[in-house]
């Protein structure tokens, strides 16, 4: 080996040479690379979870389940001092657990809440007949509530 080393081309030692050699062999193949194919794809996202909601046969109708938000807005007639309940079911098609909070505004001053979904929906068990969360939801007006009057509340579900 030291033999050839020391060996010299047009004076140069061949030593240098051949590792020159390599590197040029190395740099062009990677520059002899080629685009063979190229392709763009669109991605839609939908939304993963549906909510439904129940009034438990209120207003003369029978255990019936909507879609939310198959209304713009629920109207509920009652006086000071009365108790609502809403059935509420959370389907979660994804492959994994989501977390959703319930953020509520509007005119809350004279009603008290409970029921509604704050954390981790899990992953769908593939039966869409089986929600993944339900609850009900109790909505109570304070026995102040000054009335006639009517008050706008806003619930909006969020999810991360």
Do not use: C
């Not at 909510?51 to 438990?56: A, K, W």
């Not at 909070?101 to 593939?126: H, K, L, Q, R």
């Amino acid at each position: 080996m030291k033999r050839f080393l020391s060996k010299r081309w047009h004076r140069i030692p061949v030593g240098i040479v051949a590792v020159l050699m390599a590197l040029v062999l190395v740099a062009g193949s990677a520059f002899a690379a080629y685009d063979f194919l190229g392709f763009r794809t669109e991605v839609f996202v939908d939304e993963p979870l549906t909510v439904e909601y129940n009034l438990q046969g209120q207003y003369g109708g029978d255990a019936n389940w909507h879609l939310l938000p198959d209304q713009d807005s629920l109207t509920i007639d009652g006086s000071a001092g009365d108790t609502f309940s809403i059935d509420l079911r959370i389907n979660n098609r994804a492959g994994g657990p989501l977390t959703v909070n319930t953020v509520i505004s509007g005119d809350t001053t004279y009603f008290t809440f409970s029921g509604f979904p704050n954390g981790s929906i899990p992953a769908s068990d593939g039966d869409d007949n089986i929600p993944e969360w339900s609850g009900t939801v109790t909505i109570a007006i304070n026995g102040d509530a000054p009335a006639p009057a009517t008050y706008t509340i806003g619930f909006v579900f969020q999810r991360s």
